[in-house]
C-alpha cells in the first residue's frame, strides 16, 4: 500500500514497545489517520475504475458511486486481550 507503515525490530521487546505506542495513539488522532487513509483509498479505487471500465457500454456509474463513508465509532475501552 503506498504510504503504508513498515516497521523493523530485532527481537521481541523492541517489537511489543513498537505495538504498545501504536495502542497508545488518542482515539481523535486514530479517527483522523483512518480519515487521511480513506481519502487515498477512495482516489484510487476512482482512478483504477475509471481507468480498467471503459468502452461503449460503460457511463461511469461505477466510479461515480464509488464514495467515503462515516468513521463507524466504538466504545472508548480496550479490545479483549489488549493490556490496560
Do not use: C, W
Not at 461503449?56 to 466504545?75: C, E, L, N, Q
Amino acid at each position: 500500500m503506498a504510504g503504508g507503515i513498515s516497521i523493523t525490530t530485532v527481537g521481541i521487546d523492541p517489537l511489543v514497545k513498537v505495538l504498545d505506542d501504536i495502542a497508545n495513539i488518542p482515539f481523535d488522532v486514530q479517527g483522523e489517520i483512518v480519515d487521511a487513509m480513506a481519502d487515498v483509498v477512495e482516489k484510487a479505487q476512482v482512478y483504477s475504475a475509471g481507468t480498467m471500465l471503459q468502452g461503449p457500454y460503460y457511463k461511469g456509474d461505477v466510479a461515480a458511486s464509488i464514495t467515503k463513508s462515516k468513521i463507524k465509532k466504538r466504545k472508548k475501552r480496550p479490545l479483549r486481550g489488549h493490556r490496560i
